[in-house]
């Protein structure tokens, strides 16, 4: 059983919300869950697209990059190497939140 503590502020809004699902909890909370695993690998799959560019640019794996750029052995003035680190960081992120989904 999941307990959700609304406040006044959201509580008719999550009331309305409720009523969509003929107030079933569970199908409500499914379909949240859903609508998050979905925007998490939408998310993963424009990243990895993005990725795959700078891989193509650099000619380098985004793991060996990560690994050499936290270690300082790029300049972190080139603003590729920032968003690409920064890329990778979010992927991990997003793929950690996935699996707790799952």
């Known amino acids: 059983m999941i307990t959700i503590n609304i406040s006044e502020q ?3 809004q999550f009331s309305k919300l409720l009523n969509l699902y003929n ?5 409500l909370v499914s379909a949240i869950i859903a609508y998050k ?3 998490l690998n939408r998310g993963i799959r424009n990243i990895e697209i993005d990725i795959a ?3 193509a640019k650099y000619k ?3 793991t060996s990059f990560y690994n050499d750029f936290i270690a300082g052995k790029y300049a972190d003035d080139n603003d590729d190497f920032i ?3 920064g890329e990778y960081e979010v992927l991990q992120e997003y793929r950690v939140e996935l699996e707790k989904l799952s």
Do not use: I, L, M, P
Not at 23 to 27: F, K, L, P
């Open 83 to 85: 968003v690409w680190s």
């Open 37 to 39: 695993t979905n925007d």
């Open 53 to 55: 560019r700078f891989e």
């Open 23 to 27: 107030g079933n909890h569970d199908d």
């Open 10 to 12: 959201y509580r008719e």
């Open 60 to 62: 380098k794996d985004t």
